[in-house]
């Protein structure tokens, strides 16, 4: 028994995964979009397409190592963004002549605070990760499938469009 969620909208069913026939199996999405494309161009419904990624893997490549200096500007860079905007909302709700020495004044501190909170942050989690990296969510093959009364048919829109 599953218990809704207080959050889910009524009337949305829950996501299922598609069923139909296997058209093809591809081992890029490019790939697998390549032959959607071309379908699409032959005027085939491809609503009744399915791309279905399968065996997930999540990739993450490292792109290089912290210090305590990349930390510090990258710290006072939020920090004096941080700044820029508190400034100017000081800017649009002040009339005063010396507004732009505040807007400077906001980025400076909010610059320096930025930069002491990234080194603290960082020195407490130096244990644990002192590398920086991307991650992405990969699927080692990518099948595509069609509804069950339209199989014959993109099979026979695909083999035209590829000779």
């Known amino acids: 028994m599953t218990i809704p969620s207080p959050f889910a909208r009524r009337g949305v069913p829950a996501p299922t995964l598609p069923r ?14 390549a032959v959607v494309g071309r379908l699409s161009k032959a005027e085939f419904p491809v609503k009744q397409l399915a791309i279905v990624g399968s065996d997930l893997r999540t990739v993450e490549r490292v792109t290089g190592k912290l ?13 004096a963004w941080f700044g820029l905007f508190l400034g100017l909302i000081i800017f649009l709700t002040t009339a005063s002549t010396e507004t732009p020495v505040y807007v400077g004044a906001a980025v400076l501190i909010g610059a320096a605070f930025g930069m002491l909170l990234g080194v603290v942050t960082f020195s407490i989690n130096r244990q644990k990760r002192d590398y920086t990296s991307t991650s992405q969510l990969m699927a080692a093959r990518y099948d595509i499938l069609v509804d069950p009364s ?12 590829q000779a």
Do not use: F, P
Not at 67 to 79: K, Q, S
Not at 150 to 161: C, F, G, H
């Open 20 to 33: 139909g026939d296997l058209l093809g199996s591809y081992d890029s999405y490019a790939a697998a979009q």
């Open 67 to 79: 210090t305590n200096l990349r930390v510090a500007l990258a710290g006072a860079i939020r920090g």
């Open 150 to 161: 339209l199989t014959i048919r993109a099979q026979e829109l695909l083999a035209r469009t």
